[in-house]
């Protein structure tokens, strides 16, 4: 007997197969056809690290006016991931476990093009890639976006130079005791923090294959002050936060690490307020104004707890702008220009929420906005 | 603390030697073999220089004369980010059956409120299997970013071994903070 669900997908099948004339005739049926959509719909993009540890990360992207999201680049487990400031090519740092939990590894680095969410280059790592939450500095390229430096961690640390072009891996260079990548503004060079406080710069040279080394004198004290990996320009200034809200502005500009200035954000404010999450601060420049996500009766341990505040400091002026409400976010990143809008990761939601900055009003958030899918995100990155 | 500095720091020059030479494979595996002896991991802890007494104390799961070893906020887990192994097969210092022991830990200070001592808890991976159905606990006191590894939660510590997949964290009382 033909069992009556069998019966039907039978008559399914015949009927688009051989009965689309008759179709068209009766009813004016055009039949759709099936594709694959060549490009993402235009205009800016907004990034978000979706990282996965036992199956496939992914880089989502959402459009920067309503959040819609627009399809994403499909990575490797427990990426790090990096967009070219063009906004065109994004890499991701992958690590493949062959049987999801056990046995060999293979990690690459893979090259998109943003505009196709396609992979178009992959490039075999020599397998000692940091395996850890996803931060800015772990993966980040030389000025000219010839070299991409990807993190290690064995757990000692080192530093793998790729050339992007070649596709291949040019040398490791090791970087003992120290962690995070911040490329200089020109030429081949990057600093790292490391445990005594100091920073480390090593230049790669044009061909990436040298490693001049220069220590810094000490710029902080990872016992009393230690500071967050995440950081971002000011001017030519490499700006980092500690756990108790000290600003250190540093110069890389002589190939060795030297402080600017150093001031607080919490000092005058209510008591107990602290910055807290991952990829926690992010520079306007139009309007020289910092923002970090804060988070009250802050103790020991609280330095990942998500915001409860973004609060705004104008740099130059040395003086608090406006602390505006803004439940569960762990990561932010704020757009260039006079007018700038801010994105922000809510841990607790798994969205991405954005927020109309006004200038008018002391740079006061105001939502406008989520996206949802984000998962276990903790980079967010906007594009041009 | 000036143990787990030592401990790093030899680390680290090792890794300066060997890892320059990149892509040859002999390099890292060479290296591991040696860090594995140096580094705080399930055939060493006999060795190192804790209280044997709270072993016996305090390992007994079930039992729990010092606070509910399920609660995330158990005193132990002062410094703890990944599913409780007590919760899925394991106890506070085995992993469950199957897994592999983390060649690598970061440590945390933890005070137990019972003698108000502060003792240095080795946070422990098990590798090699899905993730357990353990409770996910995420604290961080005394916890450093990457520059202090140590002391870094956010990472695999299932890094240095053969399997890598993360299936759950245990809490080993490893010494006295003070000795």
């Known amino acids: 007997m033909i069992k009556p669900k069998l019966l039907a997908a039978s008559a399914l099948c015949c009927a688009t197969m051989l009965t689309f004339p008759l179709m068209a005739q009766e009813a004016e049926f055009v039949p759709e056809t099936f594709s694959v959509k060549e490009a993402i719909e235009p205009g800016p993009n907004i990034f978000v690290g979706k990282q996965e540890w036992g199956g496939a990360s992914s880089i989502e992207v959402y459009s920067a006016d309503d959040l819609t999201n627009k399809g994403n680049m499909t990575a490797g487990g427990i990426i790090q991931l990096l967009v070219a400031p063009d906004g065109k090519t994004a890499y991701a740092q992958s690590t493949f476990m062959k049987r999801y939990t056990y046995g060999p590894i293979e990690q690459v680095l ?10 178009t280059k992959e490039i075999l790592l020599p397998g000692k890639a940091a395996m850890v939450a996803a931060y800015e500095p772990l993966l980040a390229q030389s000025a000219d976006g010839k070299f991409v ?3 290690n961690a064995t757990p000692a640390t080192s ?22 990548i911040y490329p200089s503004l020109e030429g081949h060079s990057f600093s790292s923090i490391c445990g005594d406080g100091t920073f480390a710069s ?3 040279g044009t061909d990436g294959a040298a490693a001049e080394k220069t220590i810094s004198e000490k710029i902080f004290d990872a016992d009393t002050d230690p500071i967050f990996i995440a950081s971002d ?28 200035d150093k001031f607080s954000i919490t000092e005058g404010q209510p008591e107990g307020w602290a910055p807290g999450g991952y990829n926690l601060l992010s520079y306007n420049d139009a309007n020289g104004v910092l923002f970090v996500t804060m988070h009250a009766e802050a103790y020991d341990g609280s330095h990942k707890n998500a915001s409860e505040e973004i609060w705004a400091y104008d740099v130059a002026g040395r003086k608090a702008l406006y602390q505006s409400p803004a439940h569960g976010l762990i990561s932010i990143k704020v757009t260039d220009g006079e007018t700038p809008v801010l994105f922000g990761l809510n841990e607790e939601e798994g969205t991405v929420v954005r927020y109309a900055v006004d200038p008018d009003a002391r740079f006061a958030l105001k939502e406008t906005g989520s996206g949802d899918g984000t998962g276990f995100a903790t980079v967010v990155v906007a594009g041009p | 603390m000036a143990m787990i500095d030592t401990i790093f720091e030899w680390l680290d020059r090792g890794a300066e030697k060997s890892s320059r030479r990149i892509a040859q494979g002999t390099g890292r595996r060479s290296f ?8 705080l991991g399930g055939s060493l802890l006999p060795m190192l220089p804790f209280d044997r007494n709270f072993g016996q104390a305090f390992a007994q799961e079930g039992a729990s004369p010092d606070g509910d070893q399920t609660s995330c906020d158990y005193w132990r887990y002062c410094a703890l980010d990944g599913n409780l192994c007590n919760e ?24 137990n409120p019972n003698d108000e001592k502060d003792y240095l808890v080795s946070y422990n991976d098990c590798c090699g299997k899905a993730t357990c159905a353990g409770s996910f606990c995420f604290t961080s006191e005394g916890e450093r970013p990457g520059y202090r590894m140590g002391l ?5 510590w299932c890094m240095a071994n053969d399997s890598k997949g993360y299936h759950c964290t245990v809490a080993v009382l490893v010494g006295l903070a003070d000795a």
């Open chain 2, 88 to 111: 899925c097969g394991g106890t506070l210092n085995q992993c469950p059956p199957g897994s592999e022991a983390s060649k690598v830990s970061w440590v945390g200070t933890c005070r």
């Open chain 2, 152 to 156: 870094y939660n956010d990472i695999n």
């Open chain 1, 149 to 151: 430096y990807v993190q």
């Open chain 1, 233 to 260: 320009r000011i001017g030519s200034d490499l700006a980092f936060i500690s756990y108790n809200g000290n600003v250190y502005l540093l110069s890389d500009t002589t190939g060795t690490i030297t402080s600017t």
């Open chain 2, 32 to 39: 591991l073999t040696k860090a594995g002896a140096a580094m």
């Open chain 1, 202 to 204: 090593f230049d790669v």
């Open chain 1, 110 to 119: 893979n090259v998109y093009d943003v505009n196709t969410l396609s992979i």
């Open chain 1, 159 to 180: 530093v793998t130079v790729v050339d992007v072009a070649a596709g291949s891996v040019v040398q490791e260079v090791a970087t003992p005791g120290c962690w995070g």
